[in-house]
């Protein structure tokens, strides 16, 4: 990878990647460092990184950063849902990210990283398995578990 393709890479995923670490991991600053750790073992291994390949090289050591992030710090915030503080059917935009995003802390890290890379991201199950290191089943068992149990979240709060 060329000095000009890395700099293409910052310009195109930075954003992309910081958005995965902070959903993630909910601490913006943190979410910087990873960011930043990542692109600096990019340029670390450029010479063995083809561009084609950045955008998942980049992701993959996002992730493991963050592994290794709630490993030493033991970070897991359980916040409760409390349906009875929406009593009526939510009617704004941020009323209803709010949701999902107390919805999606429901979850473990596992299952929360796999919806991120697959529904807000747009991974292949392929890439996601190469990410995080788990076969191509485990992939679609735990995503279809977290599916689930993100479903019957979000009925507490919506009709479908």
């Not at 990184?49 to 996002?62: D, E, G, H, N, R």
């Not at 991120?116 to 735990?142: C, F, H, N, P």
């Amino acid at each position: 990878m060329t000095e000009k393709e890395y700099n293409d890479c910052v310009d195109l995923y930075a954003d992309g990647l910081y958005r995965f670490v902070v959903k993630n991991l909910r601490q913006e600053e943190t979410a910087r460092d990873l960011v930043q750790v990542s692109f600096e073992r990019l340029w670390q291994h450029r010479k063995d990184v083809a561009f084609a390949k950045a955008k998942s090289y980049l992701f993959t050591v996002a992730y493991h950063a963050m592994i290794d992030h709630l490993r030493v710090t033991r970070l897991r915030h359980h916040v409760p849902l409390h349906p009875e503080s929406f009593v009526q059917q939510p009617r704004t935009e941020w009323e209803v990210k709010h949701i999902v995003e107390k919805a999606l802390n429901e979850l473990d890290q596992t299952q929360k990283m796999l919806i991120m890379l697959k529904d807000y991201e747009g991974y292949r199950y392929e890439e996601i398995a190469q990410i995080t290191g788990l076969s191509l089943a485990q992939v679609k068992v735990y995503l279809h578990r977290a599916r689930k149990i993100l479903k019957q979240v979000l009925e507490k709060y919506f009709v479908f």
